[in-house]
């Protein structure tokens, strides 16, 4: 008995079997069709089983009738059902029965390849790899391979993966034109899998097919760093004739190393042969504003505003319009330091930028603590919708942040002890309750807190110098603080924050000399008033006065309420 025409469109309305050769006219289907009456009602009490959360007999229905139509459709919606089951041994069954039906389906092969990784069998994954990239057409291999990576990247034998990808691209790895690509997905595995040797190797000769192709060097971004010199030989010679954007990349992953000189250099050759790439004044203009180098970091985002104006028109894509607001952002800072509240507060006020809105509530709020109106501020970032989790934290630190200035440490450690016990694993509250601790005086918690992180997260180098520097600060166990910090800075090396916890700790041993090479190493690569306090003191000491009285000055200009630079310029009677 055959399904009425209205019936058929039904049940692919209601179900979405797409694919299915649905009969149009006549209402009848031909007699010699394989999608007859009783298979349509098979797919129908398939489907109803699974809604009625019978999903066994719901797939195994399924699975029946895409064997007897040999039908893809219902091939994926067999996998899709027991996928949504959970239930990947049925998944597994479904996918390599799709395969044997259709040998020359690339959708079947990857839909097996991704159920076997789900399954954590990356070892069995290694022949549905191959098979798609046989039937992968020759345009679209490169592309194809690039992506394997992000397939692999969460098997949890890391190794394992990367060896079966590298001998799945086995044929590919001397290829003109894929084998740079394939090389680069190696590397990408083999960071992944923690061998940075293997992937510099693996990059190098991707970069030795082809030394024009850009995605070795994109992999390269990622481990640059001086203890790979014939990578970063590699990148900088790439770089001349590279376009903006990756210039721009560059620039980036100098900045996530700390190499801020490097960073300026590298955007100032960039903008030097691309004056119209807007981005790049951008990033430009915070890097200074973040230095404090304010007359630069004003030109270069009014520069980038200038470029990215909608003009009459107020169609601004999401993207420029999150850019100008970062930009109004960073000028908002730069009229915070003048104390010019009004002209940060005008600022702040042309943010428009979705993404962006948080942030910016924020800095409303942290310029009306300063001018002594906290209780306001308090209720503005209450006020303030949280759209995600990241904005949430945000809220909370924000909050933390300006009870903490105005010295209401209690009512933070309230709140704080409030979020864990909601979230007791979460590192970066655990991380701001043990420096309320600290300004409370209570530093037998303070150091628990910042153990139980160590412990919880310990690639967190927050954490290793922080306790350094604390017990630095107070003359305590300073082997102990030094071994701390220096464990740090090999987990964030070039951090200057570090650098200058580093220096203090050698300041507090005694160590003068290497004391005020390390502050003044940090100082120089992020101006900052505490620091300056630091390398002003052991100046100071060391009988540098006018130096001393530079730093002093400049650290002031920086932040004049920063307490631990007004607590030194008082105790070493410093005339300013």
Sequence with gaps: MHLTHRLRAVIAGIFGLAGLAMATAPEEAPPQSSLNGRLFYEILLGELSVRAEDTGAGFSLMLDAARKAQSPALYRRAVDIALQARAGTSALSAARAWTQADPQSREAQRYLLQILLGLNQPQEAATPLSRVLELTPDEEKSDMVWSIAGIFEHASDKKLASRVVQQALAGLLSSASHGATAWSTIARLRINAGEPEQAVQAILEGHRLDSGAERPMLVALTLLDKKHPRLEEAVQAYVLNATPDFRLRHARALLNQQRIKDAQAALIALLAKHPEFAEGWLVQGLLYEALAQD????????????????????????????????????????????????????????????????????????????QNRVEEALTLIEQQEAGNADEARLKINATVQILRDSKQYD??????????????????????????????????????????????????????????????????????????????????????????????????????????????????????????????????????????????????????????????????????
């Design 411 to 576: 009512r933070a450690k309230a709140l704080l002890s409030q979020m864990l016990r909601r979230n007791p694993g979460e590192t970066e509250s655990i991380y701001t309750l043990a420096m309320v601790h600290e300004r409370l005086g209570e530093m037998a918690e303070m150091e628990r807190l910042l153990r139980q992180i160590i412990s919880l997260k310990p690639e967190d180098s927050g954490a290793y110098n922080a306790l350094g520097y604390s017990l630095a600060d107070r003359g305590e166990r300073l082997p102990e603080a030094k071994e701390l910090i220096r464990k740090a800075l090999e987990l964030s090396p070039n951090d200057p924050f570090i650098t200058d916890s580093l220096g203090w700790a050698e300041f507090r041993s005694g160590n003068l000399v290497e004391a005020v090479r390390l502050l003044r190493q940090a100082f120089e690569s992020r101006p900052d008033a505490e620091i300056a306090a630091h390398l002003g003191e052991a100046l100071w000491v060391q009988q540098q006065r006018s130096q001393a009285l530079d730093v002093f000055r400049r650290g002031l200009e920086l932040n004049d309420q920063n307490e631990t630079l007004l607590e030194t310029i008082k105790r070493l009677n410093v005339a300013l």
């Design 295 to 370: 007359a630069e970091a004003q030109n270069q985002l009014q520069t980038f505003l200038k470029l990215t104006d909608p003009g009459t028109t107020d169609q601004v894509g999401a993207e420029i319009r999150r850019g100008r607001s970062q930009a109004f952002m960073g000028l908002a800072d730069i009229a915070e330091r003048k104390k010019d509240w009004a002209g940060a507060q005008a600022w702040l006020e042309r943010v428009d930028s979705p993404q962006e809105a948080m942030r910016a509530g924020v800095k409303l709020a942290r310029l009306l603590a300063r």
